[in-house]
């Protein structure tokens, strides 16, 4: 099946400072979404990326499919931003999506 | 909309009874998934239905599991007999269309002792 890697696994900042979390896949999909899950455990939309280039407030992301992988943008990180980010792909060929392991995001005052 | 409505918000139950856990999708969706999350193996998706129907139910663990969508508005995932290593957060999502954006349910946490 699809693997999905996401780095860095863990990151600290300080809040106000800006962060890039990165998802690659291994194969071609029809489908890529970014979450952030909050420390009551919700899973929270950020994006439905599958090409090009979102922005919504503070968060941005790019998907370059050709390439397999997607990123994600943090500015001006908020305490209320830390929390585990997961990315989630369709694969090509099936309507199931598979996780990646997170990046676990920690924003200090 | 109400969102994704799961129930119960969380379940304790004793290793060897049945656990019933509901979803109720968020209406005019046809795609319902179930996942399991667990620190050892993270996000894993256990099955899911398009239009009603199971279309890959793979990912279901065992055959003490078992999952239904008897109409559009609900699901169940079943577990019968539960043990410990049952314990997990249980999510249910939707969506419009087979491949599209995905919105959970606040999950289950199921604790089997």
């Known amino acids: 099946g699809i693997q999905v890697e996401q780095s860095p696994p863990d990151l600290i900042l300080q809040e106000g400072a800006n962060s890039t979390l990165r998802c690659n896949f291994s194969d071609s999909v029809n489908n890529l979404q970014w979450f952030h899950q909050n420390p009551w455990g919700q899973l929270i939309n950020l994006f439905y990326?599958?090409?090009g280039t979102k922005q919504n407030g503070r968060l941005s992301a790019t998907t370059v499919a050709t390439e397999r992988y997607s990123l994600l943008y943090i500015s001006s990180s908020q305490t209320t931003d830390s929390g585990v980010y997961f990315c989630a792909v369709e694969p090509g060929n099936a309507g199931k999506s598979t996780f990646g392991d997170g990046t676990t995001l920690t924003v200090k005052p | 909309d109400a969102g994704v409505i799961q129930s119960p918000r969380h379940e304790v139950t004793e290793m060897g009874q049945e656990v019933t856990l509901r979803c109720k999708p968020i209406?005019?969706?046809?795609?319902l998934f179930w996942y399991r999350q667990t620190m050892m193996r993270g996000l894993e998706l256990l099955i899911y239905?398009?239009?009603?129907?199971?279309?890959?139910d793979s990912g279901m663990p065992e055959d003490r599991f078992s999952a239904k969508m008897p109409n559009a508005s609900f699901s169940t995932l079943k577990i019968q007999p539960s043990e410990p290593r049952d314990s997990a957060v249980y999510f249910c999502a939707s969506t419009q269309q087979a491949y599209g954006e995905q919105y959970f349910g606040p999950g289950t946490r199921l604790t089997v002792t």
């Open positions: 239905f398009n239009n009603n129907v199971p279309i890959d």
């Open positions: 990326i599958p090409s």
């Open positions: 209406s005019g969706h046809n795609s």
